[in-house]
T-cell receptor, first 110, second 116 residues
Framework: LAKTTQPISMDSYEGQEVNITCSHNNIATNDYITWYQQFPSQGPRFIIQGYKTKVTNEVASLFIPADRKSSTLSLPRVSLSDTAVYYC???????????FGKGTKLSVIP | GAVVSQHPSRVICKSGTSVKIECRSLDFQATTMFWYRQFPKKSLMLMATSNEGSKATYEQGVEKDKFLINHASLTLSTLTVTSAHPEDSSFYICSSAPGTGEHEQFFGPGTRLTVL
């Protein structure tokens, strides 16, 4: 399982765009990149998943460069309710075993 | 998305007692479920992989006789913490995936265990 590295914490003001970058230098050819959000005392919640280039859904965008050694989660206009820990994970197709890194604690400031 | 539930959401027990935590996939069948443990301000740590109809696979350092896992049906896995001690106090989370070609995994809401 590819190891991931993310910033430990980030602060942002409300309404700003937040970009969280994750490094995964040892990503394998068939690995997918998935981001989860976790609030205190709750289970992680799926945000977005991608394999290459750009993926966008109603809550976020995921940018993956051609070499796939990193990825960036982009939250367009954060609100106070986006304060949470965000985890970047890499896993192979057909394998649901996940290894969580330390995640990035995002604090949104009013 | 798919729904995974856990019961109970929180439990307080005396040292030495056993506690059972249930994990259910409400709208899909799950041949595989995962159990995680999370200590305060720490990340999730995979404890074991629960396989329907067969023995669970435990991660290194997790005592299989301490944390009993039963996956008797395609929608239910249980984790029993036997002879619980204060150091077993933690947040226990299960997860699963429909296995229909999607890669998204769904997590339960977690169970807060406090052992006095």
């Amino acid at each position: 399982l590819a190891k991931t590295t993310q910033p430990i914490s980030m602060d942002s003001y409300e309404g700003q765009e937040v970009n969280i970058t994750c490094s995964h230098n040892n990503i394998a050819t068939n690995d997918y990149i998935t981001w989860y959000q976790q609030f205190p005392s709750q289970g992680p919640r799926f945000i977005i998943q991608g394999y290459k280039t750009k993926v966008t859904n109603e809550v976020a965008s995921l940018f993956i460069p051609a070499d796939r050694k990193s990825s960036t989660l982009s939250l367009p206009r954060v609100s106070l309710s986006d304060t949470a820990v965000y985890y970047c994970l890499v896993s192979g197709a057909g394998s649901y075993q996940l290894t969580f890194g330390k995640g990035t604690k995002l604090s949104v400031i009013p | 998305g798919a729904v995974v539930s856990q019961h109970p959401s929180r439990v307080i027990c005396k040292s030495g007692t056993s506690v059972k935590i249930e994990c259910r996939s409400l709208d899909f069948q799950a041949t595989t479920m995962f159990w995680y443990r999370q200590f305060p301000k720490k990340s999730l740590m995979l404890m074991a992989t629960s396989n329907e109809g067969s023995k669970a696979t435990y991660e290194q350092g997790v005592e299989k006789d301490k944390f009993l896992i039963n996956h008797a049906s395609l929608t239910l896995s249980t984790l029993t913490v036997t002879s619980a001690h204060p150091e077993d106090s933690s947040f226990y989370i299960c997860s699963s995936a429909p296995g229909t070609g999607e890669h998204e995994q769904f997590f339960g809401p977690g169970t807060r265990l406090t052992v006095l």
